[in-house]
T-cell receptor, first 114, second 112 residues
Framework: DAGVIQSPRHEVTEMGQEVTLRCKPI?????LFWYRQTMMRGLELLIY????????DSGMPEDRFSAKMPNASFSTLKIQPSEPRDSAVYFC????????????FGDGTRLSIL | GQQLNQSPQSMFIQEGEDVSMNCTSS?????WLWYKQEPGEGPVLLIA?????ELTSNGRLTAQFGITRKDSFLNISASIPSDVGIYFC????????????FGKGITLSVRP
């Protein structure tokens, strides 16, 4: 079975550039989550969607970050303009069913902003 | 915000040994989860606990949901080299849209 698919796996770009991270959730899953992982802060929830609708974006660090989910099989996380402190591993996770069901993670995008 | 405490940051054990990891919180959670992350991959769910006092096993792994709902532990028995990785606990907030809060993780090394 295909898991959560994220692309690209690695991204290196210069500060000021726009960065777009992509996620394809597991087919049939109705919730999608974006996380950021750093050594200092661990895994932090940025935003999550339920049935393609953003439910909680309180973890989005600032206006430079935006996320969309145009349909049930695709989501993007965009950073514009990017800054060196945005360097981290970004994970997407999806879930089938309600809050008690587990989340399944993709393999992440390692982002480096120079 | 809520925090989950996992310590120590790293553990080193000999192959064949048992190891126990604890996770504590100042807040109550209604679900506890244990994930394992290997280099270059995302966290993979090991065990999910849904009820205070629940004890659940998955092969050589056993986890318990603390009675107070503020802690959980994970035991790995008869460790093998492929057990190396980072072990995260996560608690699910009973309110606040049921968000997951993750601990900082424990890096486990197993010496052959």
């Amino acid at each position: 079975d295909a898991g959560v698919i994220q692309s690209p796996r690695h991204e290196v770009t210069e500060m000021g550039q726009e960065v777009t991270l992509r996620c394809k959730p597991i087919s049939g899953h109705n919730s999608l989550f974006w996380y950021r992982q750093t050594m200092m802060r661990g895994l932090e929830l940025l935003i999550y969607f339920n049935n393609n609708v953003p439910i909680d974006d309180s973890g989005m660090p600032e206006d430079r970050f935006s996320a969309k989910m145009p349909n049930a099989s695709f989501s993007t996380l965009k950073i514009q303009p990017s800054e060196p402190r945005d360097s981290a591993v970004y994970f997407c996770a999806s879930r089938l069913g309600g809050p008690l069901r587990p989340q399944h993670f993709g393999d992440g995008t390692r982002l480096s902003i120079l | 915000g809520q925090q989950l405490n996992q310590s120590p940051q790293s553990m080193f054990i000999q192959e064949g040994e048992d190891v126990s990891m604890n996770c504590t919180s100042s807040s109550i959670f209604n679900t506890w989860l244990w994930y394992k992350q290997e280099p270059g991959e995302g966290p993979v769910l090991l065990i999910a606990l849904y009820k205070a006092g629940e004890l659940t096993s998955n092969g050589r792994l056993t986890a318990q949901f603390g009675i107070t709902r503020k802690d959980s532990f994970l035991n790995i028995s008869a460790s093998i080299p492929s057990d190396v990785g980072i072990y995260f606990c996560a608690g699910q907030d009973p309110g606040a849209n049921s968000k997951l809060t993750f601990g900082k993780g424990i890096t486990l090394s197993v010496r052959p």
